[in-house]
């Protein structure tokens, strides 16, 4: 039985290596190298995308805010404090929406969105995991203002990762804390801040955290941020949602969650808010 085998095999072989000498023969090298090379080759269709004019949206982008209205905002279903102990009692009893509040509170003012200190966060009706985001600034002059109480806002994805949003041109505060910082995380990599009074612009990738049936991590949230289009966060790991004092872990949450506007006590705008799901 093993002879027969082996005699089929060497048929096989030489029969193989007589067709690969023939086809060799007719190729030349040239074309064998380009053979080669498509065999390494994909092609798909993508989808096809129309680029904004003037860093307006792109065609398949949510338009969250154009100047117009506040429609696409609302109050949050519950307030972001960033304690581990609040995270704990409150992500469990998300259900995944969808979360019906009460109306966004904050003043339209000259086509921009501005926070009225007090009023406390606005949050978006759309929920998002993954996702491109556009976001432009304003921290207003004040000199009678200092550090982390200077013009501070905050971008929180999920309502729970937040990007600073602060005057960090001329004021002194902790690197992880001022603008562009993944907040007690990271710090940016450079400080691309235009002056207060100058509108300013994040263009942020997100990657919400992925988690086991039983509520381990099994991958972590991931930021990408370019600062007035200078790289500032290069797809960092974050520890967990952000916290303002202690550590930072994951606590289980639902795969889609808003997009989080800070109130801070300041009087900070914004406009042109878009954003893409990924
Ligand atoms: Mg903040």
């Not at 904050?106 to 200190?117: F, S, Y």
């Not at 998002?128 to 982390?148: S, Y």
């Not at 200077?150 to 990762?161: A, E, I, Q, R, V």
């Not at 994040?202 to 991958?219: C, Q, R, T, V």
């Amino acid at each position: 039985m093993g002879k027969i085998c082996l005699i089929i095999f060497a048929i096989f072989f030489f029969s193989e290596l007589n067709a690969q000498k023939k086809e060799s023969a007719i190729l030349s090298a040239e074309q064998l190298q380009q053979i080669r090379a498509k065999a390494t080759e994909l092609h798909r269709d993508l989808d096809r995308v129309t680029p904004g004019k003037e860093a307006g949206p792109p065609s398949d982008a949510i338009v969250l805010f154009d100047g117009s209205s506040l429609d696409e905002w609302q109050k949050p279903f519950f307030e972001y404090s960033g304690s581990m102990a609040e995270y704990h009692e409150r992500l469990p009893l998300l259900k995944g929406g969808p979360y019906v509040t009460r109306p966004a509170d904050w003043k339209l003012e000259n086509g921009a969105l501005v926070v009225v200190p007090g009023t406390g966060h606005l949050v978006t009706k759309e929920l998002f995991g993954d996702v491109q985001l556009h976001i432009e600034w304003l921290t207003p002059k004040d000199a009678t203002k200092r550090g982390q109480d200077y013009s501070n806002s905050g971008l929180f994805f999920m309502g729970l990762y937040e990007i600073q949003i602060l005057n960090s041109f001329d004021n002194e505060t902790y690197s992880n804390g001022q603008a562009g910082a993944i907040y007690k995380q990271y710090i940016p990599l450079v400080n691309a801040t235009k002056p207060p009074g100058n509108w300013q612009v994040y263009d942020i990738i997100f990657s919400a955290p992925k988690f086991s049936e039983s509520g381990e991590i099994l991958n972590p949230a991931r930021i990408t941020v370019l600062h007035n289009g200078v790289l500032i966060q290069n797809n960092v790991s974050l520890l967990g949602p952000t916290c303002y004092i202690g550590q930072s872990y994951y606590v289980k949450h639902p795969e889609k969650l808003p997009i989080l506007l800070q109130d801070h006590g300041n009087p900070v705008r914004f406009r042109n808010i878009w954003a893409r799901k990924l």
